[in-house]
Structures are given as structure tokens and as C-alpha cells.
């Protein structure tokens, strides 16, 4: 069975506004959204106002808002993310009933916990949901969240960014294939993201926190550490790759860095793994064919 995969997409069309007012006019949607008919209000009247293709900046006014995607990176529901201070509130959407009972909701979740806490540097992430929608409720416990606080009408989940890392070290609050990497690397690593905008690095970041980390001499030949060359097919393509720090990178000559899409992308895979990745404007089918070269298995690696 094919793994949920949802990717959040930041740009928002107008194409994307009209999804959202179908499924704003939807009952069974809607049901436990509290303020959907304003913002079913607010969509109709930007559209008919704004002749725009793009209609991002309007909808960031007052929080972040995504579009959430499928692998084929067609709109299923939304997330919005409204920082106040160190705490941030989700709401999350799966307006598509026929990708309702897919898990689809969890993976969302997952997408916008990333970037609450590791882009937005929030230290709390709270969901207040409806106290009769259980489907919501079961997807936010099972992705971690604790309950705060409960009424009769509403239930308050909540997750600290010190839980979120602690179950993403250890593999509880992301589904992804596991990976690996090396003491040095993880070193290295930290250091490039310490000194680099969230914003830029946070997918990096991500990875990095949820890795598992060996000795050089104790990771597997088949694994793409910094500095591999390895053959990877982007949806069926095979191309030849070299994994690079970022003042290395020269994609022309196939040396990617270690930030860039498809850098961040391959870190700590291994040979046969497959995945999908949301790159720069769409997703891509990501499969590790062949490492052709490992410095940890040839012995070249140093601080």
C-alpha cells in the first residue's frame, strides 16, 4: 500500500481559490469549521475583486496559509498557521471527501509541525478542535499532540517544540523511510544550519533532527553521505549526482548542495529506497539507484 504523502504548497492561485470554495460550500466539510462561512466570504469576494493569478499575499494576511497537496500535487485541503508570540495555532482541512479514511490528515499534520517548528520557531503548536469531530481529534493524538484542555464543545491538543523533536529523533512523529548519516556530517551540518535563515534550511534541518547517526566506519556502503556520488532517477531520469556542501555546488557539473532540493532530498538514503519529495514548484518520484562512491567506504573521511 502506497503511504500517505501530503506536501504544502505555499503559492495560491486563483485556480486553488475556487477548490476552496467548493469545498466551503460543502456541510460535510465544513461541519466543525468554526468560522467557514467568513471565510468562504472572504475567498468569494477576493475572486471577484482581484483578477490576479496569484492570490498568495492575500491569503498570508494575518497567518501563513497552504495548500495542501497529493503526490501528484493536486489540492485536497488546506493548513493555516497563525503565530502569536512563541505559540502558533493549526488549522487543517481536508476538503476532498473522496481522500477522507487516507491519513492523509496525519501527514498533513506532519507537514505543518515542520514548519511551525523548525520555520516558524514557535515553541507550542495548538489544535482546537470541535469536541464531536473524532476523525480530526484521532489523527492530531495519533501525529503526538496532548490534550490541554477539554469543554463540552471544544477539545485544545497541543505539541512543544522540545516533543516534537525528541519523537522525531526518535522516529514517532514522521513516517518517512529511516535514514542515516554520520557523526561528522550531523557536525557539519548543524554548524551550516546554524548560520543559515530557517527559512532556507528548514527541510535540511528536518532531516538532520531525524536521522540516525553512526560512526563513519559503522554506516552502510549503499548509503548517500556528504560528498557520495551517487545515480538517482527524478520520476524515471537517471542522473548522476555528487552531494556537496553548499560552497562545492556546481549543478552543471551534477554537484549538488546539500541545501538545494535535490540535495536535502537524497542525504542519508540508501541504494533501492524510493520516495516522493516536494521540490520547487511540483513533486518528484525520488529513487536511489547506485552509489558510486562513498568516502566512508574508501576510507576518506575527516573532520
Known sequence: MTK??????????????????????????????????????????????VQLPILTHLFNQGGRFFMACDRHDVPVGFVRLVKNEADC????????????????????????????????RAERLIAKIHADNARSLKAFERCGFLLQSDTPALKSLAMHSERYLRLLREGTADEATGIHITEIDQARLRNLLALAHPSAVFELEHEVERATVVEPHQVPQDVVTMNSRAVVRLDGEAVEVALVYPEEADDSAGKFSVCSDVGTAILGYKEGDAFDWRMTHRTRHVQIEKVLYQPEAAGHFHL
Request: aromatic share 8%.
Open 89 to 120: 495555532e493549526m488549522v487543517l482541512v481536508i476538503g476532498d471527501r473522496d481522500n477522507w479514511g487516507r491519513k492523509l490528515g496525519a501527514s498533513a499534520i506532519r507537514e505543518g509541525m515542520k514548519l511551525a517548528f523548525l520555520e516558524m
Open 4 to 49: 500517505p504523502f501530503i506536501s504544502l504548497c505555499p503559492e495560491i492561485t486563483r485556480a486553488d481559490a475556487f477548490h476552496l470554495m467548493d469545498w466551503l460550500e460543502d456541510e460535510q466539510v465544513t461541519r466543525y469549521l468554526s468560522d467557514s462561512r467568513h471565510v468562504s466570504r472572504f475567498i468569494e469576494q477576493v475572486v471577484g475583486r
